[in-house]
């Protein structure tokens, strides 16, 4: 399939800050969009999903906004922690057949709280 | 519930040598994938089952992986004979229902010398 890819591979922000992730695909049937977040030594963990019949959902403290236009994703995390250090990556699949693909993954951006 | 697990958590082997992952996924689950993580290449799907049924392997890089699901909580991902460029983070994921969330095991690092 088509790659997935991150804008920037690291991004460094101050605790208590906003941080916006973001995420350009090139699939253009893609139809769902998930953000996972990993931390060191673990697997990914899911965050928040969306579908392409929205374009913003919302859950605690993060927000995915998704532009079907340009093909952009955006993760939203607000009053960032120090927890939220870790590599963020996100996902998307085309819905086929009501069955199911794979993910494809982007390359991920490392997320820096600084104190 | 404990989660997808893996094991092992660890394996160092040889050039040549068969190697043998292991995973349990969620109980209740449906679908199992295995993904491979490197830095070169990130995350990048091998294989994956519903209902115990290999749907697309077509991410299984040669010959030399194979991947079974005997039953719904058990599936093995072998790589024989292994290279040095197979070492890798290998993950188990497992989710209820193709496009729901899908839960990540801890991973098995391979480090083949």
């Known amino acids: 399939g088509e790659s997935v890819g991150l804008h920037l591979p690291t991004l460094s922000v101050q605790e208590g800050d906003n941080s916006i992730i973001n995420c350009a695909y090139s699939?253009?049937?893609?139809?769902?969009f998930i953000w996972y977040k990993q931390e060191s030594g673990k697997g990914p963990q899911f965050i928040i999903d969306?579908?392409?019949?929205?374009d913003k959902r919302q859950g605690q403290r993060v927000t995915v906004l998704l532009n079907k236009t340009v093909k952009h994703l955006s993760l939203q995390i607000a009053a960032t922690q120090p927890g939220d250090s870790a590599v963020y990556f996100c996902?998307?699949?085309?819905?086929?057949?009501?069955?199911?693909?794979?993910?494809?993954f982007g390359k991920g951006t490392h997320l820096i709280i600084q104190p | 519930d404990a989660g997808v697990i893996q094991s092992p958590r660890h394996e160092v082997t040889e050039m040549g040598q068969e190697v043998t992952l292991r995973c349990k996924p969620i109980?209740?689950?449906?679908?199992l994938f295995w993904y491979r993580q490197t830095m070169m290449r990130g995350l990048e799907l091998l294989i994956y089952?519903?209902?115990?049924?290999?749907?697309?392997d077509s991410g299984m890089p040669e010959d030399r992986f194979s991947a079974k699901m005997p039953n719904a909580s058990f599936s093995t991902l072998k790589i024989q004979p292994s290279e040095p460029r197979d070492s890798a983070v290998y993950f188990c994921?497992?989710?209820?229902?193709?496009?729901?969330?899908?839960?990540f095991g801890p991973g098995t690092r391979l480090t083949v010398l």
């Open positions: 089952f519903n209902n115990n049924v290999p749907i697309d």
């Open positions: 996902a998307e699949t085309p819905v086929t057949g009501g069955g199911a693909d794979g993910l494809t």
């Open positions: 994921a497992s989710s209820l229902g193709g496009y729901n969330e899908q839960f």
């Open positions: 109980s209740g689950h449906d679908y």
């Open positions: 699939n253009s049937a893609s139809d769902y």
């Open positions: 969306i579908r392409s019949n929205m």
